[in-house]
């Protein structure tokens, strides 16, 4: 579908042309159309990747670190002797060089969890030899968490009935931004609050991680705590269009509170086989009736490992043909695609290379 809309004007510019300029002839024509048709394929391409792929949170454990002798790293030419070939008119002369290396061999320091993933620890001296002291404080089974690639028919389809229409204007500016940022090589904080401080917030988030991580491989879940104070039931609606749905393995809790701290409302947004999850993650949260973490973190827990069952994304590969690209996207690409065609028209134009050749 991309590809056909994109290709519509620049090949009718094209026909035009062909048709109303005498200078190109017929092998120009198709090699027009050729360059037309390549253009128009590439860009649908470009756009079709970015708005098909999209980046989730894989979640689990740490499940070993090991220091690893590995080959060095750190070549340098040695030996370098002049080499004479042929003779007379025709002799060279060249450099030829051995590769030699610094060390017999380098140290790695890898950390890996239970999802297969693997993490490169830095190292503080060249070889590797003073173990750092990053990997020293690794510990089994703590939670981990890296960027994954997929596909994500919803979001990339404009025929998607999973897509939102909530105009946000009335919280612009005042939506936090989907939490994604990893740091220290496998940490991520997934606790966020608007309109109030949450105390003793690394805490928390630290142990929603440690949930994350245990659930991770078993519910391949990524669980998100929105935690907003005095704000009207369609805040989720909002931020559910801001974040265009979340990714296809999240469930992202949004606890309103009032100025007492107690519990106004509880939404759940996720992608799920069975709705129940989300009436029995909203209720049982709500029943806790005000801002109490020791009470909320286990409810979370115990709700994400009975009920959660995400629905496979294969299940909506049927809107693969939908995939369409932003208006911004497609602008840029039609300008392109236009000024290609008209480059090689006027080319052709004036070129005399197939004057041979009438139309």
Not at 213 to 233: D, E
Request: proline share 3%; net charge negative; aromatic share 12%.
């Amino acid at each position: 579908m991309i590809f056909l809309t994109l290709l519509i004007i620049p090949l009718l510019i094209a026909v035009i042309s062909f048709i109303f300029l005498k200078g190109i002839t017929w092998k120009e024509f198709l090699l027009l159309i050729g360059a037309v048709v390549l253009i128009v394929g590439i860009s649908s391409a470009i756009c079709y990747y970015n708005n098909l792929y999209y980046n989730e949170i894989w979640n689990g454990q740490v499940v070993s670190k090991d220091k690893e002798e590995v080959h060095c790293r750190h070549s340098y030419s040695c030996n370098c002797r002049i080499v004479t070939s042929g003779s007379g008119k025709n002799q060279t002369t060249t450099t030829h060089c051995d590769t030699c290396y610094e060390h017999r061999y380098d140290y790695d320091y890898v950390v890996r969890d239970n999802t297969g993933h693997s993490y490169d620890i830095n190292t503080v001296d060249r070889q590797g030899l003073i173990t750092p002291p990053r990997f020293e404080t690794v510990e089994i089974e703590e939670p981990t968490a890296h960027v994954s690639s997929y596909k994500n028919y919803l979001k990339a389809s404009s025929d998607s009935l999973f897509r939102k229409d909530f105009d946000n204007e009335k919280y612009k500016g005042k939506l936090p931004e989907y939490p994604n940022i990893i740091y220290d090589y496998y940490r991520l904080n997934r606790i966020v609050t608007t309109n109030f401080t949450l105390e003793n917030k690394q805490h928390w988030d630290n142990i929603l991680s440690d949930i994350n991580g245990k659930l991770g491989k078993k519910k391949q879940a990524n669980i998100i705590l929105v935690l907003t104070k005095n704000q009207s039931q369609d805040y989720m609606q909002a931020l559910d269009q801001y974040w265009k749905g979340g990714n296809k393995n999240d469930a992202i809790i949004v606890l309103n509170i009032d100025t007492n701290n107690k519990i106004e409302w509880v939404e759940v947004l996720a992608l799920v086989k069975d709705d129940m999850f989300k009436i029995q993650l909203r209720d049982s949260l709500t029943n806790i009736e005000t801002l109490n973490m020791e009470k909320i973190m286990p409810e979370i827990e115990n709700c994400v490992s009975k009920y959660f069952v995400r629905k496979r994304m294969r299940e909506f590969e049927y809107l693969t043909y939908a995939v369409t690209p932003s208006m911004t996207q497609y602008i840029v690409s039609l300008v392109l695609c236009l000024l290609v065609t008209i480059v090689l028209i006027v080319f052709f134009e004036e070129d005399n290379t197939f004057e041979g050749d009438p139309q």
